[in-house]
């Protein structure tokens, strides 16, 4: 059985007279610890979707069931998701790190006792043991984010949304968060990630998918995609200027020099050792197949379809 | 729903008494308008709930007073801070319902009130060699009000959730309170007698007047009547505020600025 079961989502809002479709059929899957990385530009209907699972946004049409169950008929099923959803913004600030944990916990249905246990642990884990009694107010902005994970997860939730974990984080705390996300996962904990780092999207995340104007335009695992878009071209860097020769045996094996000093083609990779073989013996700096990186990826496929 | 009020209780605590100075300006405020009731309360003018001229039915009168303006605030004034600080949808993320939990917290803050008007009053009277009279009987019409006072709270609460900024609204509100606490519908005849007997918290002030200012006896009947309609506006303010969260969730805007 699925963590998550998003069935035909479906929401639109009414802007006066008219009515505007945020959200159309969008349907989306997450087995037990898998991170579903949900992409999108501004006002895609990324954070719509999320609240609609979260239950905090009721669709027009569509069915979600968090481990089968229906959050929008039983309310207990949110006991069974955690979520950020406005980054730090989801803490009480004149609380300490251990007391917000304490308070969610119970909040989410733990007992208080439980809950302390739990606030414990979280600390150890996310390295904010000797911040346990410092106000939340007075942290820096990614150990408030850290906090604010750890909220996420004081009950121990099947399903973890995560709505711009990273947003406005340095690279040593993004780093951070990324480990404890991989590490969430591998517990077997079921992630929904949006965000717009898309270098975080490749290393992190089992599936991908992107919605565009409402719509889920493409669903797939980041190699699957990165490969698709990729083309199998070459790029060669030389240490020396091409002479006149090779340049005109290179032109005519449908090689494009870039400069002097750089060519590249799109072609298989026997034609990178006939290639070679013009170059030969010219020093070389650099032989790359450059691929397609998922920021590209992306841009392709909402430009494609504007 | 005890670990809810508990867990609700200490956070209000900590929130509230996390700046000492803060806490401390605000008790500051409270001891001397107590104490300068004790000194002089002949000199002072009777509270808008005024339930006669005797020092315990002016200190009853305020407490309540005061109380019911801050009951009737509280809900929706909680709201708007937690939708500015983005905390209300993680609130609504919680197995227990919004209208659990956010009784729970309106009950925190004012037991927590409570305790502190409480613990300022007994040590004024210690201090003074006052006393003060509140007889057992007058929790019941008391509790009318209380009740009313909540149904009120979370029909504001309510348009808080659907409109988002009430403040001016809740300003205008305090002179329908007014109307409410002090209009004196025991003294009506006829229809308007039966038809102010169905507004929220009338009745039960009404009561407290005939008691601790004109030294009546207290009408068992008609304190429960009170009791019964302050539960009815209890009741329905609830189901207004379980309305209303419904409606933020299909309108898309429940939590948000």
Known sequence: ?306 | MIELLKAELKRTWIQSTRYPLEALGRIFITTCFFYALFLGSKYIAEPPASFGNRLDSIVIGYILWTLVIFIVNDIAITLQIEVQTGTLQQVLLSPYEPVKIFLARALASLLLRLTTIITILLIILVLTGSQLAFPISLLLPLLSVILGAYGLAFMMGSLAVLLKRIQQLLVILQFGLLFLLATPIEDWQGIPALLGLWLPMTAGAGLLRQVMAQGMALDGFRAGLALLVGLLYFIVGLACFRWAVNHGKQQGNLGTY
């Open chain 1, 1 to 306: 059985m699925s963590t998550l079961m998003a069935s035909h989502l479906h929401k639109t809002y009414r802007s006066g007279r008219q009515r505007i479709t945020a959200v159309n059929d969008v349907s989306l899957t997450l087995k037990s610890g898998e991170i579903l990385a949900f992409l999108g530009a501004n006002g895609a209907g990324k954070t719509t979707t999320v609240k609609m699972i979260a239950g905090l946004i009721r669709p027009d049409r569509g069915q979600v069931r968090i481990e089968g169950r229906d959050p929008y008929q039983d309310t207990s099923v949110l006991g069974w998701l955690g979520a950020v959803l406005e980054g730090n913004r989801n803490l009480y600030w004149r609380l300490t790190p251990i007391q917000n944990l304490e308070y969610f916990g119970v909040l989410r249905g733990l007992s208080q006792r439980v809950s302390r246990q739990r606030a414990e642990q979280l600390l150890d884990q996310f390295q904010l043991a000797h911040k346990r009694q410092t106000p939340v107010e007075k942290l820096s902005r990614g150990m408030q984010q850290k906090v604010a994970i750890a909220v996420a997860l004081i009950h121990h939730p099947p399903l973890l949304l995560l709505d711009e974990p990273t947003l406005g984080l340095d690279v040593e705390s993004t780093q951070q968060i990324k480990s404890r996300i991989r590490e969430i996962a591998n517990a077997g904990q079921s992630i929904l990630l949006t965000t717009h780092q898309l270098d975080m999207v490749e290393t992190l995340a089992d599936r991908v998918s992107i919605i565009h104007r409402g719509e889920i335009i493409v669903e797939s695992t980041p190699k699957q995609l990165i490969q698709q878009f990729s083309s199998a071209t070459y790029r060669i860097e030389l240490a020396e200027p091409l002479d006149t020769e090779r340049m005109i045996k290179l032109q005519s094996s449908q090689v494009t020099i870039i400069d002097t000093q750089t060519i590249s083609f799109a072609h298989t990779p026997e034609k990178l050792y006939q290639t070679l073989d013009i170059l030969r013996p010219l020093p070389l700096i650099l032989v790359k197949k450059e691929e397609a990186d998922l920021t590209q990826v992306f841009l392709k496929l909402v430009r494609d379809h504007d």
